[in-house]
């Protein structure tokens, strides 16, 4: 089993959109529910209060895009890249990437059937499933987002760990 992916459609001049077949189980919702739970956000993901969608500026390259995740009929999650007032819509190679950095973030190929299956050997592992199942870990946008937020947050003064992280963000985006 593996993420698949259907050919792209432009929705305007500066959007386009690709539609993602995450593997059987996936909820796109309790991944985003997760996500806004989890800490593994910051102040540029913006997730509505029902999880149906997470959007944020996203860079590909020296391009810097919106992206809207959401979900579509029949459990598919629908990617959408929008190009900076002015641009052209984003070509091939930015939505493959989009693609597969949502992939990464919400591990949208992992086979759930066999995540199942081995936390089912032990009291802890069904525990998990029962609180938990069917919902999948969720990681940080980019490695470079978690290392800033493990940065900032070790610092002992709030009030400087406030400014750092947002000086990082007006200065790296």
């Known amino acids: 089993m593996s993420l698949v992916i259907e050919d792209p459609a432009k929705i305007d001049d ?3 959109q690709i539609t993602l077949h995450p593997t059987e189980g996936f909820n796109l919702t309790l991944g985003i529910e997760f996500v806004a739970n989890s800490g593994a956000t910051n102040h540029l993901d913006q997730i509505p209060d029902d999880h149906s969608k997470l959007e944020r500026p996203l860079r590909i390259g020296e391009d810097v895009y919106w992206l809207t995740v ?3 009929d029949d459990d598919t999650v629908i990617v959408s890249l ?46 998990l499933l029962t609180r938990f199942y069917p919902a999948r870990p969720a990681n940080y946008p980019s490695a470079w987002e978690a290392l800033i937020k493990s940065v900032v ?21």
Do not use: W
Not at 102 to 124: G, H, Q, S
Not at 153 to 173: E, N, P, S, V, W
């Open 82 to 127: 929008r190009s900076a007032d002015e641009q052209d819509a984003p070509g091939d190679k930015a939505l493959q990437a989009a693609a597969g950095i949502v992939n990464r973030r919400f591990f949208m190929d992992v086979d759930m059937a066999k995540v199942e299956k081995t936390l089912e050997a032990d009291k802890y592992g069904k525990e």
């Open 70 to 72: 959401e979900g579509g």
């Open 153 to 173: 947050h070790m610092q002992i003064y709030t009030g400087l760990a406030a400014k750092l992280d947002d000086y990082l963000c007006r200065k790296y985006g």
């Open 14 to 16: 500066q959007t386009r």
